[in-house]
């Protein structure tokens, strides 16, 4: 009947309006775990001492050699995206975060 018609309609732009924010939210959490994700692999690889991903490895061997902690000097580590575990979680990192179009089937 009409009436459900107009009910179904409704329902159905208010599905869209929830999906299309919910779409916003995304994009803005994997832009957000992409930039936070950065911040620690560069921090991380930069100190050589490891992380949660290459192991620590170099801390314990810094600690090996030197029990008492000591000021590391930093290099420039370029994060390359085999390394961003989170963001590469989701299917729809790159088009959120990197602006890539995505292969739809």
Not at 64 to 73: D, E, H, L, V, Y
Not at 75 to 91: H, I
């Amino acid at each position: 009947s009409d009436g459900d018609l107009a009910y179904s309609t409704y329902s159905l732009a208010e599905l869209n309006d929830k999906k299309r924010a919910l779409t916003e939210e995304l994009a803005h959490l994997e832009k957000q775990i992409y930039k936070l994700e950065e911040n620690y692999l560069e921090e991380t690889m930069s100190s050589n001492y490891g992380n949660v991903l290459k192991g620590w490895d170099g801390y314990l061997q810094a600690r090996a050699r030197n029990p008492q902690p000591t000021q590391q000097k930093k290099q420039r580590t370029q994060v390359k995206d085999a390394d961003r575990l989170f963001s590469l979680s989701s299917y729809t990192w790159k088009a959120n975060v990197l602006g890539a179009t995505l292969l739809t089937s």
